[in-house]
């Protein structure tokens, strides 16, 4: 027990017999570890007169002052008494001394409880968490134990094909997800980290792997509405590993681990180490508890599969009903800024971040737990031209945030200075001339598009944070959205899509069609199927009448 509490940086005082007990465990004592022993139970208060000097010495608390002394000794130092055995008199009197002056007892006995104040506590096993728990301890982790070197300089490492031991997601089109989770105390143990299935050195080098990442989490300040905001943040914390590369988020993952690194024994299984000690070290206010369950298993990962997609779908539900013109604060998010350094996301009502991850209200969450994070609140300001989303707070916040290389976003149309793209984003919409529309190509998307390019030279293309006019990277439910590109014709510009977006989409797709009076809108879109040869793509939608053929020119 004691050595957990050393390990995990808290501030122990020991008394009784149980310094006997550690003197037999060769355990060591002092200043160096943080750990005093203080003689027999009864001697306690001398714990009790060492953090009523350190409120007197550093907290401005004046001599007689009880009730400061009290509020002070109720937030810090995070002074825990934990009493094993038989209670008597002198002992119970000595906890209640403690307790009078802000600080609560654990106990193994048979006691009426004081709930948050005298707290019984059987296990043995459970007790330093519940001792963290009672008093907001912030647990602070030692350098995490992978065999690569971990750190931000990792963060814009690219893991290309020739260097790809083995991926997961991505155009290997395996199933793969991640998910916080919030939980109940009793169905997480701090520190539980599993793995199951084959990892990277059990599998052919060049093969691609299922891969589930799923992470439970309890906290007494910990909410349903902060679990999509830690689960963007496994997007950076993977990739401070060297030899790790990830892209995505939710189920649309792309994850690569390098040759040298697996040479190296980088495993999938170290992702829940990390995960572990980044979370406790990140967000150490918010979590009491995490665990983490690693999964190349195609049976362990279809167990988990429905819960993660109807948490994606909740959360998209949540802010279904708020509109741009509602609000007057919109969010940055420069979680990206790593693969593209001037690149900012700016997040509205109408329109998620282009990861898809990270909508309006998650945004606002995640400010709310880190203030100085990746997502800065920007009032709109004035506005420029409402029809194509520009606004003189917005501009102030893309220079800003852009270290001053853009003046001027247009959040409606992607034909002037539109919002820029990382690489993360779910989608391309790209214009294609000779139909007087756009195409969407998704990243699981492999085959050519009537553009003449694959996604990844689109990606190559558009991403980086640089402006390209007629291109922009979406999050692909952005596509149904009222202020999709509403300033160049909304919905009923798009031209074609790959079958599977599609067919995933559809439901949504012919939602918002029918809100717009045309109900078979989304048959007269076209697919790989139909053609990627543009000529083609023209004589399909003269042929089904596509409404695109008699809008106004986009050019």
Same mark, same amino acid.
């Given at each position: 027990?004691?050595r957990d509490c050393q390990n995990k940086g808290m501030l122990i005082m020991a008394t009784f017999d149980i310094i006997r007990q550690l003197e037999d465990e060769?355990?060591?004592?002092?200043?160096?570890?943080?750990?005093?022993?203080?003689?027999?139970?009864?001697?306690?208060?001398?714990?009790?007169?060492?953090?009523?000097?350190?409120?007197?010495?550093?907290?401005?608390?004046? @001599?007689?002052?009880?009730?400061?002394?009290?509020?002070?000794?109720?937030?810090?130092?995070?002074?825990?008494?934990?009493?094993?055995?038989p209670l008597d008199q002198v002992k119970v009197a000595a906890e209640f001394a403690v307790l009078f002056n802000g600080s609560p007892t654990i106990t193994d006995?048979?006691?009426?409880?004081?709930?948050?104040?005298?707290?019984?506590?059987?296990?043995?096993?459970?007790?330093?968490?519940?001792?963290?728990?009672?008093?907001?301890?912030?647990?602070?982790?030692?350098?995490?134990?992978?065999?690569?070197?971990?750190?931000?300089?990792f963060e814009g490492e690219t893991v290309r094909r020739p260097d790809t031991y083995v991926e997961a997601g991505g155009p290997s089109k395996t199933k793969v997800?991640?998910?916080?989770?919030? @939980?109940?105390?009793?169905?997480?143990?701090?520190?539980?980290?599993?793995?199951?299935?084959? +990892?990277?050195?059990?599998?052919?080098?060049?093969?691609?792997?299922?891969?589930?990442?799923?992470?439970?989490?309890?906290?007494?300040? $910990?909410?349903?509405?902060?679990?999509?905001?830690?689960?963007?943040?496994?997007?950076?914390?993977?990739?401070?590993?060297?030899?790790?590369?990830?892209?995505?988020?939710?189920?649309?993952?792309?994850?690569?681990?390098?040759?040298?690194?697996?040479?190296? *024994?980088?495993?999938?299984?170290?992702?829940?180490?990390?995960?572990?000690?980044?979370?406790? +070290?990140?967000?150490?206010?918010?979590?009491?508890?995490?665990?983490?369950?690693? $999964?190349?298993?195609?049976?362990?990962?279809?167990?988990?599969?429905?819960?993660?997609?109807?948490?994606?779908?909740?959360?998209?539900?949540?802010?279904?009903?708020?509109? +741009?013109?509602?609000?007057?604060?919109?969010?940055?998010?420069?979680?990206?800024?790593?693969?593209?350094?001037?690149?900012?996301?700016?997040?509205?009502?109408?329109?998620?971040?282009?990861?898809?991850?990270?909508?309006?209200?998650?945004?606002?969450?995640?400010?709310?737990?880190?203030?100085?994070?990746?997502?800065?609140?920007?009032?709109?300001?004035?506005?420029?031209?409402?029809?194509? *989303?520009?606004?003189?707070?917005?501009?102030?916040?893309?220079?800003?945030?852009?270290? *001053?290389?853009?003046?001027?976003?247009?959040?409606?149309?992607?034909?002037?200075?539109? $919002?820029?793209?990382?690489?993360?984003?779910?989608?391309?919409?790209?214009?294609?001339?000779?139909?007087?529309?756009?195409?969407?190509?998704?990243?699981?998307?492999? *085959?050519?598009?009537?553009?003449?390019?694959?996604?990844?030279?689109?990606?190559?293309?558009?991403?980086?944070?640089?402006?390209?006019?007629?291109?922009?990277?979406?999050?692909?439910?952005?596509?149904?959205?009222?202020?999709?590109?509403?300033?160049?014709?909304?919905?009923?510009?798009?031209?074609?899509?790959?079958?599977?977006?599609?067919?995933?989409?559809?439901?949504?797709?012919?939602?918002?069609?029918?809100?717009?009076?045309?109900?078979?809108?989304?048959?007269?879109?076209?697919?790989?199927?139909?053609?990627?040869?543009?000529?083609?793509?023209?004589?399909?939608?003269?042929?089904?009448?596509?409404?695109?053929?008699?809008?106004?020119?986009? $050019?």
């Amino acid at each position: 027990m004691i050595r957990d509490c050393q390990n995990k940086g808290m501030l122990i005082m020991a008394t009784f017999d149980i310094i006997r007990q550690l003197e037999d465990e060769g355990i060591s004592m002092g200043t160096d570890i943080m750990l005093y022993p203080l003689g027999e139970f009864t001697q306690a208060i001398h714990g009790l007169s060492f953090a009523i000097r350190a409120a007197l010495a550093f907290g401005g608390i004046q @001599r007689g002052d009880r009730e400061g002394i009290y509020n002070y000794l109720s937030k810090r130092p995070k002074v825990v008494i934990i009493q094993l055995g038989p209670l008597d008199q002198v002992k119970v009197a000595a906890e209640f001394a403690v307790l009078f002056n802000g600080s609560p007892t654990i106990t193994d006995q048979d006691v009426e409880e004081i709930p948050g104040k005298y707290v019984v506590q059987k296990d043995y096993d459970q007790m330093i968490q519940t001792a963290i728990e009672l008093r907001d301890m912030q647990i602070k982790l030692e350098a995490i134990d992978i065999p690569v070197a971990y750190g931000p300089a990792f963060e814009g490492e690219t893991v290309r094909r020739p260097d790809t031991y083995v991926e997961a997601g991505g155009p290997s089109k395996t199933k793969v997800f991640e998910l916080v989770k919030m @939980r109940e105390a009793e169905e997480v143990e701090d520190g539980k980290i599993t793995f199951i299935g084959k +990892d990277a050195d059990e599998l052919e080098e060049g093969s691609g792997s299922n891969l589930g990442i799923l992470i439970e989490v309890y906290g007494k300040k $910990m909410q349903e509405d902060y679990e999509s905001v830690l689960e963007r943040r496994v997007h950076q914390f993977i990739n401070f590993a060297e030899g790790a590369w990830h892209t995505g988020q939710r189920n649309l993952l792309w994850i690569r681990l390098s040759k040298k690194g697996v040479e190296s *024994g980088l495993r999938f299984k170290h992702f829940g180490d990390i995960l572990y000690a980044k979370l406790h +070290d990140e967000f150490g206010a918010l979590l009491n508890r995490i665990q983490v369950t690693v $999964m190349t298993d195609q049976a362990e990962i279809d167990k988990h599969f429905p819960e993660a997609m109807e948490a994606y779908e909740a959360r998209d539900e949540r802010v279904a009903g708020l509109v +741009d013109e509602k609000v007057e604060t919109f969010y940055t998010c420069t979680l990206c800024q790593s693969f593209a350094p001037n690149h900012v996301c700016i997040i509205s009502p109408e329109r998620l971040g282009l990861c898809g991850a990270i909508n309006w209200l998650d945004a606002k969450a995640s400010n709310q737990i880190t203030p100085t994070g990746p997502n800065q609140p920007i009032e709109k300001g004035n506005t420029i031209d409402e029809g194509k *989303g520009i606004w003189t707070g917005v501009n102030e916040a893309v220079r800003e945030h852009s270290h *001053g290389k853009l003046d001027i976003f247009s959040l409606y149309t992607m034909m002037e200075t539109p $919002m820029t793209s990382c690489g993360c984003f779910e989608c391309i919409v790209g214009l294609v001339p000779e139909a007087n529309g756009v195409i969407i190509v998704n990243r699981e998307h492999s *085959g050519m598009t009537p553009l003449g390019m694959k996604f990844s030279t689109l990606a190559g293309t558009v991403g980086g944070g640089q402006q390209t006019p007629g291109f922009i990277g979406v999050g692909r439910y952005y596509l149904v959205s009222k202020k999709f590109i509403s300033a160049d014709g909304g919905l009923h510009r798009i031209v074609w899509m790959p079958k599977q977006l599609k067919e995933e989409m559809m439901d949504r797709l012919k939602a918002r069609a029918e809100e717009l009076g045309t109900p078979d809108f989304v048959d007269k879109i076209a697919d790989e199927e139909v053609t990627t040869d543009p000529a083609e793509l023209v004589e399909y939608l003269t042929k089904v009448d596509h409404p695109a053929l008699k809008l106004p020119p986009m $050019m």
